[in-house]
């Protein structure tokens, strides 16, 4: 890409907005131009590298295992949480079409906007916006896992009544009654129902309180949002 194009680029971009022409034009003849094919991978999580990446060209899928977390286009960047904290990446990114990108390593930062609040201001908005968008998807997340375990409470509540009918079936065929013996095989199914017992009441354990942690967590995250 010719300069004068990522100059404008980086002109049109929240990080880079306010510098002159001749300060942008530095910044691109000393920080690294990367092309990606569609697929290729950025970095990895738990990568260590320290670098901001400013998209020029092209698209980039930002993932967490098999979650994907977000795609990111021309004039977004992303990689500065790992620069600022210096610690290892916590989501990785690949291409998903052919990408160009600008490569802002640590030593650029510092130099160019370290010590520039404007610079800084637009990364705590970017990462406002992240944050926000992340609730916002966890309190998604969240809505759904309470379904989920709602419906698995009620197939476990229809178990119990298939279970009071084992019960009563096996009281049945013991012999308390005159007019039926007792059979072979009772006891195997006694402890058949016993086990259903005790698996259904140990769920119900389980629900109750996964139900009551999400309960917690919404709440959590609606007071920070």
């Given at each position: 890409m010719e300069k004068s194009?990522?100059?404008q680029l980086l002109k049109e971009t929240d990080l880079l907005s306010f510098f002159d022409e001749s300060t942008l034009s530095k910044l691109v003849e000393h920080c690294r131009e990367i092309s990606l094919s569609p697929k290729e991978v950025l970095f990895n999580e738990d990568d260590l590298e320290n670098a901001v990446y400013l998209i020029l060209e092209g698209e980039l899928e930002v993932f967490k295992g098999p979650k994907q977390i977000a795609i990111l286009g021309p004039g977004q960047y992303l990689g500065e949480m790992s620069l600022i904290e210096s610690k290892a990446r916590s989501a990785s990114a690949r291409a998903q079409q052919t990408t160009l990108l600008i490569e802002i390593n640590e030593e650029h930062f510092h130099s160019y906007l370290a010590s520039e609040p404007k610079a800084l201001l637009a990364i705590m908005r970017?990462?406002?916006g992240r944050i926000r968008n992340d609730l916002e998807t966890m309190m998604?997340?969240?809505r759904q896992l309470s379904i989920f375990t709602h419906d698995i409470h009620n197939f476990l509540s229809t178990l119990g009544l298939a279970e009071l009918t084992i019960e009563d079936s096996i009281e049945m065929f013991e012999g308390t009654d005159s007019k039926h013996k007792k059979r072979?095989?009772?006891e195997d199914m006694?402890?058949?129902?016993?086990v259903v017992e005790t698996v259904r009441t140990n769920l119900m354990e389980l629900l109750?309180?996964?139900l009551n942690h999400v309960k917690k967590n919404q709440n959590n995250l609606f007071y920070r949002s």
């Open positions: 194009r990522k100059i970017t990462l406002s998604k997340d969240l072979e095989g009772l006694a402890h058949c129902q016993h109750d309180s996964s």
